[in-house]
């Protein structure tokens, strides 16, 4: 079966991976990059020629989202479209979750401050925009009663992000509005996460100029983001 990923769908896939400091090297991610933008509007990626980017068997964002979508493909359909349901499906879902946690505890001490903060940051979260500054956003993460606030996210060049809008957020981003279907998605898989939940009614804020042993997680998405998208 031959497997290919709308370029929406790989366009979100690339802009979460900017946020977090994955097991991918400069040159992966360029070549990744390079199919996308190779990839015309409304189009298509070939999903092996993805794959082939990386050293065989390579444990990364793109392989845990092939394999998570692939196990939903229907029988004798191909070529199989991985499309951005099934990619905001693994960012906010326990799939997603307990990857995290499973891989994310191995030297945790070398960057973790507190525990609930760190997973919680890992996650796809539907945020509510609640104020727009010149060098950041800052958001609400909202569920049935709960909430965290979300203190200087970076938002990409040109997306003009207003106050009472929606956005898909990962670490210190705004990966992208959320159309009302998705929101809906993205609360009902984080809202079935059983640590996600517990974790979540430990955080009050989350300040990402200030994000564990990080420090500037905003200054580290912008310089990311900046690589690619002027």
Not at 63 to 89: G, N
Not at 91 to 103: I, K, L, Q, R
């Amino acid at each position: 079966m031959r497997v290919v990923i709308n370029k929406d769908a790989l366009d979100l896939t690339f802009r979460a991976i900017l946020t977090c400091q994955c097991p991918v090297t400069a040159a992966e991610e360029k070549a990744v990059f390079d199919v996308l933008v190779g990839t015309p509007d409304g189009g298509v990626a070939d999903y092996g020629t993805l794959l082939g980017i990386f050293k065989p068997n390579s444990n990364n964002v793109l392989r845990r989202v092939h394999d998570f979508s692939t196990w939903l493909a229907p029988v004798d359909v191909d070529p199989f479209v991985i499309t951005r349901d099934h990619v905001i499906r693994y960012f906010a879902s326990t799939f997603h979750w307990n990857h995290v946690v499973a891989e994310g505890m191995s030297g945790a001490y070398k960057k973790v401050l507190y525990v609930p903060s760190w997973f919680i940051a890992h996650m796809l979260v539907p945020a509510r925009v609640i104020e727009v500054g010149e060098q950041a956003v800052h958001m609400m993460y909202e569920w049935d009663g709960g909430q965290i606030e979300l203190r200087n996210l970076f938002a990409p060049r040109g997306s003009k992000p207003a106050v009472g809008e929606v956005w898909g957020v990962h670490f210190a981003a705004l990966l992208d509005r959320l159309t009302p279907e998705e929101e809906r998605l993205t609360r009902m898989l984080n809202d079935v996460s059983p640590l996600l939940i517990e974790f979540r009614a430990d955080v009050d804020r989350i300040d990402y100029l200030d994000f564990h042993r990080f420090g500037n997680y905003l200054a580290f998405c912008t310089k990311r983001y900046e690589t690619y998208f002027e």
